[in-house]
């Protein structure tokens, strides 16, 4: 990630985060269309998974300077989504239903250089999400 890409993402999810709540809904119902088969890993009631979502997209977001403080979160956060029988395929189908969110969201400010950031950021933590669960059901496997 370079310093423009980071600068990239956080001026264009400033204006994303004012509309939330619709985001939220716009990526649920995104991923849902293109990835039925997740539907099932996900609560009945998605009211408190939309809030954690966006909360947690702004802090990472935020932390994208903050090493020390972003990659252990992400880590963890790949880790417990072990417990949610997460699979790495998956994680396509989220950048996919994040980017096409963003693009409703922005608008004209969904330029090229802005889905490019997005997707560089998006591909580092989800890699980095992804390595965290390898790691963790290498660990359990072992013992």
């Known amino acids: ?22 985001a939220a809904d716009l990526f649920y119902d995104r991923l849902f269309e293109t990835a039925p088969e997740v539907r099932e890993l996900f609560p009945t009631e ?13 802090v990472a977001v935020q932390n994208l300077r903050n ?3 972003l990659v252990p979160a992400v880590q963890a956060l790949g880790e ?4 949610y029988n ?3 395929e998956h994680y ?10 963003l693009e409703q969201g922005l608008g004209d400010g969904y330029t090229p250089e802005v889905a ?3 997707t560089t950021v998006y591909t580092v ?5 992804k390595a965290a669960a390898r790691a963790r059901v290498e660990v359990a496997d072992s013992n």
Do not use: C, N, Y
Not at 46 to 58: P, S, V
Not at 80 to 83: A, G, K, L, S, T
Not at 92 to 101: I, K, M, N
């Open 46 to 58: 998605m009211g408190e998974q939309k809030k954690k979502l966006m909360q947690m997209i702004g």
């Open 92 to 101: 396509d189908s989220v950048g996919g239903a994040l980017l096409w969110t």
């Open 1 to 22: 990630m370079t310093d423009e890409q980071i600068d990239l993402v956080q001026e264009s999810f400033a204006k994303v985060a004012p509309i939330a709540d619709q």
């Open 116 to 118: 490019e950031a997005w």
């Open 80 to 83: 417990r989504h072990v417990d």
């Open 67 to 69: 090493a020390d403080v």
């Open 125 to 129: 933590l989800a890699d980095t999400m």
């Open 86 to 88: 997460v699979k790495d």
